[in-house]
């Protein structure tokens, strides 16, 4: 399903290949038009928006849509223009520099295979699409670049079970989410479903059905789970039929075909509207009140070395923070705790989560080829969500090697109901998050009781040599941070964030540490529904 590809859509796909062509770090219609960059970078709009990832993107194009002039600040680069290899993102199995944010080394969720150090590759350092931000016993996976978490992520779309969100975010209208806005927000991302007949004939899924076959095996139900890849793009790859990205192993470190990434949907959309314009590596460090009404933003600008070469200040009415989860947070923790927006309050900095996230992986039988082609993009969970001792949903994920592994992959979302909380570090200028090993231990013990049975119904065991020290559970880094501005406690139930008038947190920085399923569907939905309000009623 292609969402909206209105005239100005199309205006804004332009102006973002244009940019990427000439190397531009603005982007607006009329930068696309004018080939260069404005003379004077913004010193005001109306509206800044801060990161371009599914909160951010929501709010520039419905800013963009009601007339105000808006400007997209993001620390990472432009995802559009091939490097020397043709390509704009390298394969998940032949990493370079555009795979990580600045490092020596790539850190892929896989440390090694057969306890062999394969996985990862020396690299220069570089603004790379996918970054692993370290916090002592926990590290975060997120994206970096215009797109945010899109460029990265599986794609997988579902919506939550209504019982579940209405737990988790109870002040909120479930009937208008699951009337309006979760169908508005699968729209506008082009979320669609595979084809069943195909799935159950492709090679290219043999992976996600000998999964599929275990986990009945054990008296488990799986569901087909909807995603922003375009399935029939995909089958055609299979096909032959046109350039191969799920099928050639593209995934964390960027499809260069396919999937609907932001970039292709919302923002482009906002690019469209000719009232915004995106400006890359510009890291927010600063927030501070205007004597004359708004915001004062403090904005550092990077080049591709990681140097800052200039740091500038630009003033709005209105802010909007979707720096996601992580990013949101610090910027709001660093204002509380350095005096520069001393209303904000206490919950500031709370409610942080990893989605209960924790990856496993089972060992075949030798009969129980899971095949060497394998499509990167999950199109299978095992739902025990309504086991009321043990909740857990579990995505079936590909591991794309080239070879016949024996192996079935799993990213399994769990109820764990330890929250993590953030300081401000001012050593280091930088929030710190506070989760403890032992905070991972229910997500563990909710896989381990499902995958146990899993083993047990088919006679199968863990695989030790995949994700360091001979564990079966990776349970130190999360793909799903959540929380941190969590909505209704340190905002109102549209995030606006409390003390601070004009202020607002548009992403995954709201939901408070779990929702039972990948969560970029919701965040999107909040973020029409907060935007829907916040246009209607705010003083601009
Ligand atoms: P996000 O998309 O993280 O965007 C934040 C943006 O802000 C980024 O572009 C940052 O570079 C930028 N930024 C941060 N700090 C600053 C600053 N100080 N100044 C300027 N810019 C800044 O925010 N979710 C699913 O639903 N389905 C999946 O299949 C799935 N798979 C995933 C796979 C991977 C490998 C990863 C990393 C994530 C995955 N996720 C998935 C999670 C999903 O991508 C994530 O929840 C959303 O991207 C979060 O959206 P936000 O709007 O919160």
Known sequence: MTPHLTRRHLLGLGALQTAAALGLTEISLSTAAAAAPSAQPAQYAPAIVVGSGY????????????????????????????????KVFPATTAPDQRSMWFRNRTEAPLATFLWLDVVNRDITPYPGVLDRVHHGDMSVYV??????????????????????????????????????????????????????????????????????????????????????????????????????????????????????????????????TGNVTIETMQRVVGVRPDPAGGYVVTAQTGDLTGRVTAVRELGCRQLFLG?????????????????????????????????????????????????ACQATMPALG????????????????????????WISMYLAITRNPERGHFTYDAATDSARLHWRREQSAPSVQAAKALF???????????????????KPFADTFTYHPLGGCVLGEATDAYGRVKGCPGLYAVDGSLVPGSLGVNPF????????????????????
Do not use: C
């Open 143 to 272: 994206g970096r670049g215009v797109g945010g978490g899109s460029l990265v992520n599986g794609g997988m779309a579902p919506t939550p079970r209504r019982s579940y969100f209405s737990e988790v975010l109870p002040a909120v209208d479930a009937d208008e989410m699951y009337g309006t806005y979760f169908p508005r927000a699968r729209r506008m991302l082009g979320v669609n479903d595979i084809d069943p007949g195909w799935f159950e004939s492709t090679q290219w899924y043999r992976f996600a059905r000998v999964s599929r076959k275990h986990a009945h095996n054990a008296g488990l139900r799986t569901v087909f789970v909807p995603n922003v890849y375009d399935f029939d793009y995909m089958r055609r790859e299979a096909a032959g039929q046109v350039p191969r990205s799920a099928l050639a192993g593209e995934v964390i470190y960027g499809n260069n075909h396919g999937k609907k990434s932001l970039d292709k949907t919302y923002l482009a959309a906002a690019l469209g």
């Open 452 to 470: 146990d049975r899993v083993n047990r119904a088919n006679v199968t065991i863990y695989r030790y040599d995949l994700f360091g020290e001979n």
């Open 55 to 86: 909160g951010a993107a929501v709010a520039a194009l419905r800013l963009g849509q009601a007339g105000v002039r808006t400007v997209v600040l993001e620390m990472g680069r432009l995802w559009d223009a091939p490097g020397a290899d043709g």
């Open 521 to 540: 569907v919701t965040i999107t939905a909040l973020a029409e529904r907060a935007m829907d309000r916040i246009l209607a009623t705010d003083p601009r």
């Open 323 to 371: 720096a996601g989860s992580l990013g949101t947070t610090e910027i709001l923790l660093r204002a509380r705790e350095t005096g520069a927006l001393p209303g904000l309050g206490e919950q500031v900095g709370r409610g942080w989560g990893t989605n209960g996230n924790v990856m496993t992986a089972r060992a075949n039988h030798l009969w129980d080829t899971v095949g």
């Open 382 to 405: 095992i739902d025990d969500w309504d086991n009321a001792g043990n909740p857990v949903f579990a995505e079936i994920a590909p591991l794309p090697m080239g070879l016949e592994h």
